[in-house]
């Protein structure tokens, strides 16, 4: 289960709901360990497309090395699907490299409505999970 603020999921739509057509992406990182997302890091979708999201190279190393830095780890890896479901496509489920990260979707297809779902990718087979909105962390 996904246990997360309301201030970051606040966040996570309000980057996919500009960024829309093309799809928005990012981390949350945590304390290693901790499956605690709280230091929201959004991020340039390198590929400026509607379909299809892959993080810039250098930002993410940059984004990376910055987690090691602090003893983080990226607890939630998010981006937004504009046309489709808020389910990981074949692409997405090929480069989930992160066997411990929750992988967020938010669908943009709907400016009437949310669809945001968080799933566990690991070693190609994706299980969704719970999500757990709260006011702040106990």
């Not at 929201?40 to 999201?53: G, H, I, L």
């Not at 983080?72 to 489709?84: D, G, K, L, Q």
């Not at 989930?96 to 979707?105: D, G, I, K």
């Amino acid at each position: 289960m996904l246990t997360i603020e309301r201030a970051l999921v606040d966040k996570i739509v309000a980057h996919a709901r500009a960024d829309h057509p093309d799809e928005a992406c990012g981390v949350i990182a945590g304390a290693a360990g901790s499956d605690r997302p709280t230091r929201y890091v959004a991020m340039m979708n390198a590929e400026r497309s509607p379909t299809f999201y892959r993080f810039d190279s250098l930002e993410q190393l940059k984004v990376w090395r910055e987690m090691d830095d602090r003893d983080e780890e990226p607890v939630v890896i998010y981006h937004s699907h504009t046309a489709t479901e808020a389910y990981p496509s074949r692409t997405d489920i090929s480069y989930a490299s992160e066997p411990n990260a929750h992988y967020v979707l938010v669908s943009t297809r709907d400016p009437e409505e949310i669809e945001f779902r968080s799933y566990r990718i690991v070693d190609g087979t994706v299980t969704e999970e719970e999500v757990k909105i709260v006011d702040g962390y106990a």
